[in-house]
Nanobody, 127 residues
Framework: QVHLVESGGGSAQAGGSLRLSCEMS????????VGWFRQAPGKEREGVAA???????RYAEDVKGRFTISKEYFEDILYLHMNTLRPEDTATYYC?????????????????????WGQGTQVTVAS
């Protein structure tokens, strides 16, 4: 059974950095699309970044150049390196996995495409 656990959230000042981690246990899949989503109060959950087994990456427009998603082949850990944080990045961040298949598609940011979710980790950015 796939189990996702996020960590690394917390508080930061605008312009600062945080690194989120997502440990993926029970994850035997060699083909996958995994990603980070976030949800701010009163807003819908939105895709932040995704990566697949081809190392194909995609980012939401407002995080391009600031956030980097990564996953090593030998680690079942997904990372999100967040730099130059802004107050509008404040949200609960979730990792998600779509195991199997052929990897990420142009619909990577659609929440329905992911079958496994973590519980989330809070990120708060002060101005």
């Amino acid at each position: 059974q796939v189990h996702l656990v996020e960590s690394g959230g917390g508080s930061a000042q605008a312009g600062g950095s945080l690194r989120l981690s997502c440990e993926m246990s029970g994850y035997p899949y060699s083909k996958y699309c995994v990603g980070w989503f976030r949800q701010a109060p009163g807003k819908e959950r939105e895709g932040v970044a995704a990566i697949d087994h081809h190392k194909w990456t995609r980012y939401a427009e407002d995080v391009k150049g600031r956030f980097t998603i990564s996953k090593e082949y030998f680690e079942d850990i997904l990372y999100l390196h967040m730099n130059t944080l802004r107050p509008e990045d404040t949200a609960t961040y979730y990792c998600a996995a779509d195991p199997g298949g052929s990897g990420c598609t142009s619909a990577w940011a659609v929440t329905m495409g992911y079958s496994h979710w973590g519980q989330g980790t809070q990120v708060t950015v002060a101005s």
